[in-house]
């Protein structure tokens, strides 16, 4: 069974920085890509940035391009956010999950085969 968990979430003021961390653990596990989810109350799961791939090709939504950051560690089951210049609208529980193949629709929750219980970023204005 393979397992995700996320870490560095916590309560941040306007213009500051998290980063999070995501580590996956089982048998077999395989991630050909590691996207990372928010989900705001009463608001769906929306994506937030995705990197796949060998060439570690990275996409953002574009609420966020310029001010985060996703990596892979040198371990291939971690996997790290940066945010930078938060605001108040990205407050949300971050979640991380990965794909063990190539999906073309990365941008979809439905494309990916694990998830972790997710982290609570709040930022205050």
């Known amino acids: 069974q393979v397992q995700l968990v996320e870490s560095g979430g916590g309560l941040v003021q306007a213009g500051g920085s998290l980063r999070l961390s995501c580590v996956a653990s089982?048998?077999?596990?395989?991630?050909?890509?590691m996207g990372w989810f928010r989900q705001a109350p009463g608001k769906e799961r929306e994506f937030v940035a995705v990197?796949?791939?060998?060439?570690?090709?990275?996409y953002y939504t574009d609420s966020v391009k310029g001010r985060f950051t996703v990596s892979r560690g040198n371990a291939e089951n971690t996997g790290y956010l940066q945010m930078n210049s938060l605001k108040p609208e990205d407050t949300a529980v971050y979640f991380c999950a990965t794909a063990s193949g190539y999906r073309g629709t990365y941008y979809l929750p439905s494309s990916y085969d694990y998830w972790g219980q997710g982290t609570q970023v709040t930022v205050s204005s």
């Open positions: 990197i796949r791939g060998n060439s570690g090709s990275t």
């Open positions: 089982g048998r077999g596990f395989s991630s050909y890509a």
